[in-house]
């Protein structure tokens, strides 16, 4: 589940923001000064292969792989980068978004939220194959 990381470290000339983070998702949020979202990203599967959904008001979607900058045997970690990815499942994100993010700010979760079942990017093909969840089998036994 989702919760917030309170004393988010605002950088100096842009919006304000904040964080929210779990062991799979974390979300960060720019606001304007009536805290209207100006943007968001949205970092999934951290665990395994980190990708980030971006959006702002002014550029629209991105869809990334994190690279964590750690790839470098024997040298000091180096800044993460963002690299293009492929198709982004909004359906499976946005399941597990919904679960994730019952416990936020409301207007943020539902913002996000539409904006993921807006995303009109590449997505992945349908498949015969049943569905896997990325995140099941990281949940308590008894949870959905």
Not at 37 to 59: C, E, S
Not at 92 to 97: K, N, Q, R
Not at 103 to 124: C, E, L, N, R, S
Request: one cysteine or more.
């Amino acid at each position: 589940m989702l919760y917030e990381i309170h004393h988010t470290r605002q950088r100096y000339g842009e919006p304000p923001r904040r964080w929210f983070g779990d062991d799979f998702f974390d979300l960060i949020v720019w606001l304007d000064a009536s805290q209207a979202i100006l943007g968001f990203q949205l970092v999934y599967d951290k665990g395994h292969t980190p990708r980030a959904l971006t959006w702002h008001q002014d550029g629209g979607y991105g869809h990334h792989q994190v690279e964590d900058g750690e790839t470098r045997p024997g040298k000091p970690k180096a800044t993460p980068i963002l690299r293009p990815v492929g198709p982004f499942d909004r359906h499976e994100i946005g399941e597990e978004f919904a679960y994730a993010s019952a416990h936020i700010d409301p207007a943020i979760a539902q913002f996000v939220q539409h904006k993921i079942g807006a995303y009109a990017g590449p997505t992945p093909s349908p498949s015969p194959c049943h569905k896997r969840s990325l995140t099941r089998s990281m949940r308590a036994p008894g949870f959905p």
